[in-house]
């Protein structure tokens, strides 16, 4: 008898199992690349869409995104509603014709307080507005307290130069024997956009136009003088929290979301602040994530509800709370916040007003070329620093590569460069 | 009762099927997009490929784990062969726990690695206790590169010789045992009995052991992956990293096509060098 129940009970599971997925297309699929980890993506689920239309977030990789959204398109059967996504990610689909516009969106946010600015960067270089701003995030420098009695006699820890990094980096590895400077330089981590959005336009104002000129090479031998006193590990580091939290790191260069489980689980520990300045000043890299609605999506008045309940204020400032994405509308940050997210919310206003600060945007225009415009910088980095090669020729070499790169995909000039008609080029 | 004729070709259909359509499609696709330049025949990927700063480091480091490991690989496994058949009691317990490590994917098997190598990893931990370092030393970095290639070495040994064993396990076991004891008559020392009668008689298997293990070496990944990330560039990962990362699935699939080339090559020289003859093959 126990037996036949069991066997009911499965029947009945399994029956469950098949019927979900029915009864779940009745639901609204929310795509995004952001808040991937599984911890995050339960968050979004559990916290940010609480009183929002019933929704189902499901969370890709950039690349099979971008692979997803062509395929649906391609086969005529769209399930995706709405897409959340990285400035970047979303461009690709504008020529791909994957997006719907969301100006009666925009219309109905007008004061909520996003700054024209990112708006503008919405319409994605269209007369329409193509995603509406949902977080906003950027990369900072955390330092652990440990480290701060080593720092260089003048130096400020909240406006460092390469230089003064580097001193610090050198004060530090001959008083403890280790080299406590760290930047995720691993496969999975971010370390093209520290060359991108931080290296090369602190010393140049520029990210592609100048990106052999001798600003560039002096800047190139300041971080090679830099990576001598970087823990030799870093080329494993994907996420700078987890060397920071074994100690192995003192000072570590990462996206703020990629350091948050640090500085949650020991916020008395640490302080974040600016990345440090170059000959032109402190450039710095702006990450925008939006919210799209795909062409011919099954649900889209139903999108446009969860779009209008992700940029209320109260959940603007859970996301911040909860995954450490800033808010786009006007929010002011309560005083109450847990100590860590106050230490990123620290970081990102003095990064962002910083007197020096360059705002280095995110590669626009590139299309699916994203990734071999990331190559390139990342193997400038490696022939200069690892592989010890003459700086002059691998600037020469490499921007060869670039500059064929920006023909081929025919990207004007983005922040920091000078408008430029046409494909941006590379002097 | 007679069998229709057909019934064996009914029977292998479903999966001649299954092949064809998730393996020999793939295949045909993948070989047609290496050579796709964007408008028609290219050997532009081939190029990009070849030109790649890391391509010659990737081809060297493969080739040199494979020439390290297989033969350190095959030797372990004919030594543990032999010893299991020695054994007469516990054989099947000591058997049992040798091939533990098939059972474990390859990426758990790299990080099982990863976590008593690294840094702040159980073997830093235990040098440290018993006195021998005064602080955590770095064995997994482009800055010990001998270090971090016999790690790798090291976990796809721990990890694979398994699969060489059993092959070679089943091998030894259909021996017949008249050999030896003839050999044994006539005086013959241990050594002389592997070499005249376990060697060539364990060809065949030891022909399977080698091209399976080599096809699969020179597609190491995971366990690379997880130990060495970007100061160990391999073939395969190579591969990954121009469709992952720089999403240029051209490249990526000349990078597939040459291993494929590789392996065939590889398998190609096991079936001419060890040529089993006919009659031993049973």
């Known amino acids: 008898m126990k037996t036949l129940n069991h066997l009911a009970c499965a029947a009945v599971a399994a029956g469950a199992i098949l019927v979900a997925p029915v009864a779940k297309a009745q639901d609204l699929v929310f795509l995004s690349t952001q808040l991937r980890p599984i911890d995050e993506a339960q968050k979004v689920r559990e916290v940010l869409l609480k009183g929002a239309p019933k929704t189902t977030y499901v969370v890709e990789e950039p690349p099979q995104f971008a692979v997803r959204m062509k395929a649906e398109q391609a086969a005529g059967k769209r399930t995706i509603s709405l897409m959340g996504a990285l400035h970047g990610e979303l461009q690709p689909l504008v020529p791909a014709g994957s997006l719907d516009t969301v100006d009666d969106i925009a219309a109905k946010l007008a004061s909520s307080g996003i700054p024209a600015g990112l708006m503008e960067l919405g319409k994605l270089g269209t007369p329409n507005q193509q995603y509406i701003p949902w977080m906003q995030a950027t990369y900072v420098l955390v330092v652990k307290k440990a480290a701060l009695p080593f720092l260089p006699a003048g130096a400020d820890v909240n406006a460092l130069t390469y230089e003064q990094l580097t001193a610090w980096g050198k004060a530090i590895q001959e008083k403890t024997g280790q080299r406590r400077i760290g930047f995720p330089a691993g496969p999975k981590g971010l370390f093209a956009r520290f060359v991108q959005g931080n290296l090369v336009p602190s010393y140049t104002g520029s990210m592609v136009t100048e990106f052999r000129s001798a600003a560039a090479e002096k800047g190139w031998a300041d971080f090679k003088a830099l990576w001598a006193t970087v823990n030799p590990n870093a080329n494993n580091y994907n996420f700078m929290q987890e060397p920071l939290m074994a100690g192995e790191v003192w000072i570590a260069w990462d996206h703020i979301a990629r350091v948050k489980d640090a500085l949650t689980a020991e916020p008395d520990q640490y302080l974040v602040v600016a990345p440090p300045a170059g000959a032109k000043g402190r450039a710095y890299m702006p990450v925008i994530a939006g919210l799209s609605i795909a062409k011919d999506a099954p649900n889209r008045a139903q999108a446009a509800a969860v779009i209008e309940h992700l940029l209320k204020p109260a959940t603007q400032l859970a996301a911040a709370q909860e995954v450490g994405f800033f808010p786009v509308v006007d929010a002011p940050l309560p005083p109450d916040l847990p100590a860590g997210v106050k230490l990123l919310a620290d970081g990102v206003a003095k990064t962002q007003g910083a007197k020096d600060a360059i705002v280095a945007l995110l590669p626009i225009g590139l299309g699916d070329k994203g990734g071999e415009f990331n190559k390139v910088y990342f193997d400038t980095f490696q022939r200069i620093v690892l592989r010890n090669e003459p700086i002059r020729a691998v600037l020469d070499a490499q921007a060869e590569i670039l500059r064929s790169l920006m023909i081929q995909t025919a990207a004007p000039c983005w922040a920091p460069d000078k408008p430029s008609q046409g494909a941006c080029p590379v002097t | ?282």
């Open chain 2, 1 to 282: 009762m007679l069998q229709p004729r057909w019934l064996p070709y009914l029977l292998i259909a479903p999966s001649v099927a299954f092949l064809a359509a998730f393996f020999l499609i793939p295949l045909g696709q993948t070989i047609l997009l290496s050579f796709d330049g964007g408008q028609g025949f290219s050997l532009a990927n081939y190029a990009r490929m070849a030109g790649d700063l890391n391509f010659p480091t990737a081809l060297r480091n493969t080739f040199a784990l494979v020439a390290v490991v297989i033969p350190l690989q095959v030797a372990l496994a004919l030594v543990m062969g032999l010893m299991l058949q020695r054994m007469t009691r516990g054989r099947e317990l000591v058997l049992w726990i040798w091939t533990i490590p098939l059972g474990v994917s390859d990426l758990a098997a790299g990080l099982v690695w990863l976590a008593i190598l690294q840094d702040s990893g159980y073997l830093n931990t235990l040098l440290f206790q018993i006195g021998v370092i005064s602080g955590p030393t770095a064995y997994l970095n482009s800055e010990a590169p001998v270090a971090l290639f016999f790690a790798v070495v090291l976990a796809e040994i721990w990890r694979a010789t398994a699969i060489v064993l059993i092959i070679l396990v089943a091998g030894i076991q259909i021996i017949p045992k008249e050999f030896g004891e003839a050999a044994d008559i006539f005086g013959a020392s241990p050594w002389t009995k592997f070499r005249k009668i376990t060697l060539p008689l364990l060809k065949p298997s030891l022909q399977s052991a080698l091209i399976l293990r080599t096809v699969l070496a020179f597609e190491v990944f995971a366990v690379v992956y997880a130990l060495g990330g970007r100061n160990f560039p391999i073939i395969v990962g190579e591969a990954y990293t121009w469709q992952n990362e720089n999403q240029n699935y051209g490249v990526a699939a000349a990078y597939a096509v040459l291993v494929m080339v590789i392996s065939l090559t590889a398998t190609i020289i096991y079936l001419k060098a060890l040529r089993v003859d006919p009659e031993t093959q049973g």
